[in-house]
């Protein structure tokens, strides 16, 4: 079954640079979600869409934004990039079943590690 | 201000024994609690969820229980498995089930011995 693609997967920039991080949703999803996971924590909520429109917003910096695109792809777009950006990128996505009901769960993908030097 | 905790952040168990995972929160509009398993360099792995109007969610060798009470939901693994060794993340949706943002535990790493 396809998953949640993202890329690229690693990822290394220095101080100051831009980055951006893509989203590839399970076919038929239509909900994205960002979170953020720094060394030796737990994944933070960044920010959610559903039919290309933001949905929810958490801990995002202003320095961070992103978008769903028409073929609900997302894209987090991060500028003047810190130190204390350096960590795993996850996105997840949702939908509904053939049966109209939503899925009981996120689908994650693999995360993309961002390293700011 | 951490809303979910995994007081244990490791936990050693036999192959063959039970695993017991436990998760506490502290904000009693949580109506939606999942599970998920992480290996390295992978994303995490939906595994059970449970719902706040129910306190018990059984799936092969996984089952949540819920205390609401107590605000309190544990991960039963029986029997282990070498290869349920992984991180176990506990995750609480404020609202809406899975359809919004997920609140994550900070994590138990869990060795099953052969």
């Known amino acids: 079954a396809a998953g949640v693609i993202q890329s690229p997967r690693h990822l290394i920039k220095e101080k100051r640079e831009t980055a951006t991080l893509k989203c590839y949703p399970i076919p038929r999803h239509d909900t994205v979600y960002w979170y953020q996971q720094g060394p030796g924590q737990d994944p933070q909520f960044l920010i959610s869409f559903y039919e290309k429109m933001q949905s929810d917003k958490g801990s995002i910096p202003d320095r961070f934004s992103a978008q769903q695109f028409s073929d609900y792809h997302s894209e987090l777009n991060m500028s003047s990039l810190e130190l204390g950006d350096s960590a795993l990128y996850f996105c997840a996505s949702s939908g509904w079943t053939s049966g109209g009901a939503p899925y009981n769960e996120q689908f994650f993908g693999p995360g993309t590690r961002l390293t700011v030097l | 201000d951490q809303q979910v905790k995994q007081n244990s952040p490791s936990l050693s168990v036999q192959e063959g024994r039970i695993s017991i995972l436990n998760c506490d929160y502290t904000?009693?509009?949580?109506?939606?609690f999942l599970w998920y398993k992480k290996y390295p360099a992978e994303g995490p792995t939906f595994l059970i969820s449970?719902?706040?109007?129910?306190d018990k969610n059984e799936d092969g060798r996984f089952t949540v229980f819920l205390n609401k009470s107590a605000k309190h939901l544990s991960l039963h693994i029986v029997p282990s498995q070498p290869g349920d060794s992984a991180v176990y993340f506990c995750a609480a949706s404020p609202y809406g089930g899975a359809t919004n943002k997920l609140i994550f535990g900070t994590g138990t790493l869990l060795a099953v011995q052969p």
């Open positions: 904000n009693s509009m949580f109506d939606y």
């Open positions: 449970i719902s706040s109007i129910k």
